[in-house]
């Protein structure tokens, strides 16, 4: 048991030493172990609002379960052709809230257009995405004070243009041709804005 203890003794840095090293060994096993992880969808570069997404557009990434979005997207086929509802950043998930489904901008109706809005406001876009529904309204200076008037409901957005720090900014909405006109007219009478509103206000 001396001879044992003797033995301990003369060797302990070296037992120390291999002591040190397996747990470092462990430490990296461990962090090396995929664990419970998910493949997802993500965007391959910065994307424009209402971009109709390509191969070129989209790769994978693995991401913890726990780290993942709510309701990501995971199959990359089933999202080629469909189209962003936002800007978004290379690497950002792709997630149900984050694209279109297919076909909801693909083919316009029939006597539909889609026309763009020049905005007085920058902010006035802000939070808006694709498919969204807005009023537009018309803002002119007039001798007994500014006077707003609603010149379209409920146009649906086609896309929204990554701001780029001016004071104006622009928006593209779907319309029925004659609203299209009328908004052309409008915004060189006046100061366009919108207002968003539900799906189903008229």
């Known amino acids: ?42 965007a391959a570069a910065d994307l424009p609002s209402g971009h109709a997404l390509t191969d070129a557009d989209v790769t994978v990434a693995r ?7 709510t309701r990501v997207l995971t199959d990359v086929e ?17 997630t149900d809230a984050r694209v279109l489904s297919a076909g909801t901008t693909d083919q316009l109706p029939e006597g539909h257009v889609v026309t763009t809005l ?8 802000h939070g808006l995405r694709v ?33 780029d720090g001016a004071e104006e900014a622009t928006l593209a909405v779907q ?10 007219r409008a915004g060189l009478e006046a100061q366009l804005s919108v ?3 539900s799906p189903g206000t008229a």
């Open 1 to 42: 048991m001396d001879r044992l203890l003797s033995a301990v003794l003369d060797h302990r840095r070296l037992l120390a030493a291999v002591c040190t090293g397996l747990a470092v060994l462990l430490t990296v096993v461990a962090v090396r172990q995929p664990g419970d992880t998910v493949t997802v969808a993500v």
């Open 63 to 69: 991401l913890p379960r726990t780290a993942a979005p």
């Open 78 to 94: 089933t999202l080629l052709g469909r189209r962003v509802g936002g800007p978004m950043r290379a690497g950002e998930v792709f």
């Open 118 to 125: 020049r905005l007085a406001d920058a902010a006035a876009t």
């Open 131 to 163: 498919g969204d529904r807005v009023d537009v309204v018309a803002v002119a200076a007039r001798d007994d004070g500014p006077r707003a008037t609603v010149v379209a409901t409920s146009a649906q957005v086609a896309a929204v243009p990554a701001p």
């Open 175 to 184: 319309t029925p041709r004659e609203t299209a006109l009328t908004l052309a």
């Open 195 to 197: 207002v968003a509103v």
